[in-house]
């Protein structure tokens, strides 16, 4: 019976499922990391536009109040343009037209510009040079 019980052997290795296990799990570490790193860096573009979003809202408010004012003044101009600051970067700028048969200003042009001026760079270091 001894002898018997010595020929058995183990249908599947032990081994191998042990380290495909090992390797389900760093896939499975992989996966979580590179989901958590999209969330944030979703999360961060969300604030950025919800920020960038409420300063051109705010801005777009300025602009309409200082549209009102301007019809409700008694000696109009003919032309008028102002600009209404969002950013460092950009503003609102508005051009109004004086309507006689309507007794307000019509709006000829509204639209974002930038304010400062793009200085982009084409050179690319990608090996230092020898001294």
Known sequence: MRKHE?????????GSSTLLVIFLILCMFTFAAISLTTAKNDYSNACNNAQRSRA?????????????????????????????KISDTQAIDVTLKWNTEKAQYDIVSWKTVNTAEWNGSDSIHVLQPNS
Do not use: R
């Open 56 to 84: 051109y809202y705010n801005a777009a408010n300025a602009a309409e109040e200082k549209l009102n004012e301007l019809n409700q003044s008694e000696d109009p101009e003919t032309d008028y343009s102002y600009e209404v």
């Open 6 to 14: 010595q020929n058995e052997s183990y249908p599947m290795n032990i």
